[in-house]
């Protein structure tokens, strides 16, 4: 092993980059590969169970999915904040695999206090969207 390589390498263990590459990195590959159905069997969404409506993450799996194979329509129709979600998905991708390749920025151009108000942001889309959804607001 190089000099070197057990520190980084412990170091990407440390501040959550592995991870964070393993799973979205992961996420989108079984995404792109894996055949997801259009017409599911059955639904895991609890929330869809006990009102009867989508909740606001409900079809992201396909839209993702479709998304990976250029099918931006269908994707859309299933959820359409899913291009959202794949941007941000491929952002963590690339952040992780940068630091994992030992890349470090002086000055963090995305400070921790922007990155609290973009989740701030994100989550207040997603709840804005589920209450479109359940009053059916969007056609």
Not at 48 to 77: N, Y
Request: contains cysteine.
């Amino acid at each position: 092993m190089a000099p070197g390589l057990s520190a980084r390498v412990s170091e990407a263990v440390h501040d959550g980059s592995l991870v964070q590459a393993a799973f979205s990195g992961g996420l989108l590959v079984t995404l792109h590969f894996l055949a997801v159905p259009l017409e599911p069997r059955w639904t895991l969404c609890a929330y869809e169970h006990l009102t009867g409506r989508p909740c606001p993450l409900c079809g992201l799996t396909r839209a993702l999915s479709l998304l990976l194979h250029g099918q931006w329509a269908s994707a859309l129709h299933f959820n359409v904040l899913s291009p959202l979600v794949l941007v941000m998905l491929g952002g963590m991708l690339i952040t992780a695999l940068a630091q994992l390749s030992g890349y470090r920025r002086r000055r963090p151009w995305f400070s921790s206090v922007w990155k609290g108000r973009a989740w701030t942001a994100v989550s207040i889309l997603f709840l804005v969207y589920g209450v479109v959804r359940f009053f059916k607001l969007m056609v």
